[in-house]
């Protein structure tokens, strides 16, 4: 049974930093894609970031950019997302998912899900 384990959110002040971890198991890390998503009250779910299996190749939505930093550790079967300068607008609960993709940005490439973890930032 594959689990995704997110942890690592909080209310943290505008400008601020935290780190969110994924913990996975049940499949072969080093096989998928890892995936970042959010999803503000009211609105869809979207991409944040993304890194393949290797670690060697990361993609960003633009809002993020210079900001947030996605990492994998494939001997210890997690993915980070390191989010510094967090602004009001990075208010969400965020997603951790799996991608058998080699890069996946949309939420029907992602074949497992995390239950998420809320990040709120307060101006």
């Known amino acids: 049974q594959v689990q995704l384990v997110e942890s690592g959110g909080g209310l943290v002040q505008a400008g601020g930093s935290l780190r969110l971890s994924c913990a996975a198991s049940g499949l072969t890390f080093s096989r998928y894609a890892m995936v970042w998503f959010r999803q503000a009250p009211g609105k869809e779910r979207e991409f944040v970031a993304v890194?393949?299996?290797?670690?060697?190749?990361?993609v960003y939505v633009d809002s993020v950019k210079g900001r947030f930093t996605i990492s994998r550790d494939n001997a210890k079967n997690t993915v980070h997302l390191q989010m510094n300068s967090l602004k009001p607008e990075d208010t969400a609960v965020y997603y951790c998912?799996?991608?058998?993709?080699?890069?996946?940005?949309?939420?029907?490439?992602?074949?497992?899900w995390g239950r998420g973890t809320q990040v709120a930032v307060s101006s």
């Open positions: 998912a799996a991608s058998r993709m080699t890069i996946a940005t949309k939420p029907d490439e992602c074949d497992y």
């Open positions: 890194i393949n299996w290797s670690g060697g190749r990361t």
